[in-house]
């Protein structure tokens, strides 16, 4: 059977309320929106896609190995911006600032995964958030305003890597950690 799974660096929960809370508070007033919630919030490191079941205890391990060369992350949110198709918005995410292990983990994901068959990354790793998935009747000008918040100082330090699977539901998608693997101190 066929599951859809990724690789994400887990943010701590401090942070994400102290980023939607900025984001809440530069967009007060807001209708017909649905912001991704809490619990969905991560970093992505590497979607997978369509994943044979079977070989996840396989791809953990692999995850495992590949994660315990690396220390904790210290990371600070940096800013928001845009993800465009065809000039239209279609996510608006929460960028941090470049952390060169990071983007060395998201790479070294991406040739472990590649040497499974899986399609490697042609676009360079970009650290962010999802915060928002464009659905189209938004106010995109009052979400637009967002790139211009100067955001202040949010740091944190990101202990956790997680395997999720991603199941999509006519109500969105839900995430189930499969495995996760703690980075060193």
């Known amino acids: 059977m066929m599951i859809r799974t990724f690789v994400a660096l887990e943010i701590p929960n401090d942070a994400l309320f102290q980023i939607i809370d ?26 997978l896609g369509d994943t044979k079941e079977e070989l996840t205890d396989k791809y953990a391990a692999a995850i495992k190995e590949t994660v315990s ?17 065809d000039n239209v918005p279609k996510i608006l995410w929460a960028g941090l600032e470049e952390n060169p292990q990071v983007v060395r983990l998201a ?35 009052k979400i637009l305003s967002l790139l211009g ?5 949010i740091n944190f330090t990101s202990e956790k890597v997680i ?23």
């Open 69 to 85: 060369k690396f220390h904790l992350f210290e990371l600070t949110f940096k800013e928001f911006g845009i993800f465009k198709k």
């Open 22 to 47: 900025l984001r809440d508070n530069a967009t007060t007033g807001l209708k017909n929106v649905r912001w991704e919630p809490k619990d969905k919030l991560h970093l992505t490191l590497k979607f």
């Open 149 to 153: 918040v100067n955001i202040p100082q």
């Open 107 to 141: 790479n070294e994901l991406d040739e472990l995964f590649g040497n499974f068959g899986f399609e490697r990354e042609k676009r360079r790793f970009k650290s962010h958030i999802t915060m928002l998935r464009f659905r189209g009747y938004e106010d995109q000008k």
């Open 163 to 185: 395997y999720f699977e991603s199941r999509l539901l006519q109500s969105g998608s839900i995430y189930r950690s499969i495995q996760s693997f703690n980075l060193k101190n």
